[in-house]
């Protein structure tokens, strides 16, 4: 398991400033790596993912980067909006389809 | 509409009684499984299942016991509820296809007094 404190990482960034949500992960056999964005009282949703012999990959105002060399994971939000502020999770999809989420991390965008 | 429901959205109940927490997907995906997620763990998996009537142990399965005799449906159930299992839970699909995002629905808060 992952050791994780009681209070999730912040993130406060300014309206049109762009945003980027750092991720460790652990397992190397990992062949898929998500994010996904929830919103207060909702379930999370899926923003993007990256196969794991992929670098980079770019959707609509995001970008995800794979660092496999360090186990790391970046999202990256362009033009960060007020809709964008929300918990931000990274996971990694394990055998059996089964995906392992990180600790999450609040993106608080500033008006 | 189609998609993936839970119910009850909220439930308080008592130490020791029997909760059951259902979930329902119109997809007719193969793969479901429950979350439970508390402040600073992110989500933590209970159970899957692969297809009906195939189930197994996720990360956190002590004190829940599922059952998939659908493919459409995947309760979970507390036995016996304590305090500790005091969460909210997820219920999640995939047909396991390509990168196997998971489609979420929105949540049972359960409160055991």
């Known amino acids: 398991g992952e050791s994780v404190g009681l209070h999730l990482p912040t993130l406060s960034v300014q309206?049109?400033?762009?945003?980027?949500?750092?991720c460790a992960y652990s397992n190397s056999a990992s062949d898929y790596f998500i994010w996904y964005k929830q919103e207060s009282g909702k379930g999370p949703q899926f923003i993007i993912d990256i196969?794991?012999?992929?670098?980079?990959?770019?959707?609509q105002r995001v970008t995800v980067l794979l660092n496999k060399t360090v186990k790391h994971l970046?999202?990256?939000?362009?033009?960060?909006?007020?809709?964008?502020?929300?918990?931000?999770?990274?996971?990694?999809?394990?055998?059996g389809n089964k995906l392992v989420f990180g600790a999450g991390t609040i993106l608080r965008v500033k008006s | 509409d189609a998609g993936i429901t839970q119910s009850p959205r909220y439930k308080i109940t008592e130490t020791g009684r029997q909760v059951t927490l259902m979930c329902h997907q119109t997809w007719s995906h193969s793969y479901m499984f429950w979350y439970r997620q508390d402040l600073g763990h992110g989500l933590?998996?209970?159970?899957?299942?692969?297809?009906?009537d195939i189930t197994d142990k996720g990360e956190v399965p002590d004190g829940y016991v599922v059952s998939r005799s659908k493919t459409e449906n995947f309760p979970l159930t507390l036995e016996s509820?304590?305090?500790?299992?005091?969460?909210?839970?997820?219920c999640a699909s995939t047909n396991g296809k390509g990168?196997?995002?998971l489609f979420f629905g929105e949540g049972s808060r359960l409160t055991v007094l």
């Open chain 1, 15 to 22: 309206e049109g400033d762009n945003s980027i949500i750092n």
């Open chain 1, 51 to 59: 196969r794991s012999n992929m670098d980079k990959r770019q959707g």
């Open chain 1, 74 to 95: 970046s999202l990256q939000i362009a033009a960060t909006q007020p809709g964008d502020s929300a918990v931000y999770f990274c996971a990694e999809k394990t055998k």
């Open chain 2, 44 to 52: 933590r998996l209970i159970y899957y299942s692969a297809a009906a």
């Open chain 2, 81 to 90: 509820a304590t305090r500790s299992q005091t969460s909210v839970y997820f």
């Open chain 2, 99 to 101: 990168t196997g995002e």
